[in-house]
């Protein structure tokens, strides 16, 4: 069963750092990549990392946030640094085994973790 889990989220002031985990069970992917989600609005793309360690980055966060990848722990980190209120969502990670479309659509995914809240405070 695939299960992918996601840790580090956490209250943080604006300027101050988290890093997010996302670990990985049941088989190996495509791409990993992490959304968010502030209230009431949609899910957005914020980063991806591609067997090989290729990587993507949304505009927001380029610069500041780092996607790296553990392949003998089935690990994917989000370094987040600088962080902003608007930073402020609950971050999912998700996975493919290969990508349905586009990197930064939510539709490309097969399978999502539960989330884990980051709050900035400014």
């Known amino acids: 069963q695939v299960q992918l889990v996601e840790s580090g989220g956490g209250l943080v002031q604006a300027g101050g750092s988290l890093r997010l985990s996302c670990a990985a069970s049941?088989?190996?992917?495509?791409?990993t990549g992490w959304f968010r989600q502030a209230p009431g609005k949609e899910r957005e793309f914020v980063a991806v990392?591609?067997?090989?360690?290729?990587?993507s980055y949304a505009d927001s966060v380029k610069g500041r946030f780092t996607i790296s990848r553990d392949d003998a722990k089935t690990t994917v980190y989000l370094q987040m640094n600088s962080l902003k209120p608007e930073d402020t969502a609950v971050y999912y990670c998700?996975?493919?085994?290969?990508?349905?479309?586009?990197?930064?659509?939510?539709?490309?995914?097969?399978?999502w973790g539960q989330g884990t809240q980051v709050t900035v405070s400014s």
């Open positions: 998700a996975a493919a085994l290969p990508l349905r479309g586009s990197y930064s659509s939510t539709a490309a995914y097969d399978y």
């Open positions: 990392t591609w067997r090989g360690s290729s990587t």
């Open positions: 049941g088989r190996t992917f495509y791409a």
